[in-house]
């Protein structure tokens, strides 16, 4: 099994629609998650983390946590075609503060006029 | 401005030879990492270090080398055991005590065996 597993995609939803990325993870000594945002050819971007059960918003984006059922989740509001990209979500081990992230493969987003 | 610069953006390795990336970061970060990224595989781990003169192997260490001289500075090597170096290696960093809010990446080196 896979320690950070996503769905590859792609995923494709029309503009405005809510675009749905989740996430699992084995560790369950976990501490914190992150979902990075990846242009074609380019770095990866940080767009959320979240370490507390529930949800936490930041604009256009929500993330979900639910560390019972070992689940990340990132929702995308009113998707624009800029949204397009793959999406990596990583897990940060429990107990290590400077600590190694364990990326998922990434799910390709693919949103259409 | 603060950042991580890599370079080359582009490399070309002939085989059985060494080639290195230059990673250089001036946020004050003590930690440093190396991560190489295939199509489909997401990034793995190959070295990473907690502070000067310091580093641990990552997941896929065989085949690279890496040196921490100083702060700023965490070059990698690609040496002529790594059998299938073609990838997009990325450089990150993160702030001392703090990896809760993540890395902060340079802009890749696409390294590619001609």
């Known amino acids: 099994q896979k320690e950070v597993e996503q769905n590859s995609g792609p995923l494709s939803v029309p503009e405005g629609a809510i675009a749905s990325l989740n996430c699992t993870y084995s560790d369950r000594g976990s501490q914190s998650f992150f979902w990075y945002r990846q242009y074609s050819g380019k770095s990866p971007e940080l767009i959320m983390f979240?370490?507390?059960?529930g949800d936490k918003e930041d604009g256009r984006f929500t993330a979900q946590l639910n560390k019972a059922s070992q689940y990340v989740s990132l929702l995308i509001r009113d998707s624009q075609p800029s949204d397009s990209a793959t999406y990596l979500c990583a897990v940060l081990a429990g107990g290590t503060s400077y600590g190694k992230l364990t990326f998922g493969q990434g799910t390709i987003l693919t949103v259409h006029p | 401005d603060g950042g991580i610069t890599q370079s080359p953006k582009y490399l070309f390795r002939k085989e059985g030879q060494n080639v290195t990336l230059s990673c250089e970061q001036n946020?004050?970060?003590?930690?440093m990492y190396w991560y190489r990224q295939d199509p489909g595989q997401g990034l793995r781990l190959i070295y990473y270090?907690?502070?000067?003169?310091?580093?641990q192997k990552g997941d896929i260490a065989e085949g690279y080398s890496v040196s921490r001289e100083k702060k700023e500075s965490f070059p990698l090597t690609v040496t002529s055991a790594q059998k299938n170096p073609t990838a997009f290696y990325l450089c990150?960093?993160?702030?001392?005590?703090?990896?809760?809010?993540?890395?902060?990446f340079g802009s890749g080196t696409r390294l590619t065996v001609v």
């Open positions: 979240i370490y507390s059960n």
């Open positions: 270090s907690q502070i000067v003169n310091d580093f």
């Open positions: 946020l004050n970060h003590d930690a």
């Open positions: 990150a960093s993160s702030i001392p005590g703090t990896a809760l809010y993540g890395y902060t």
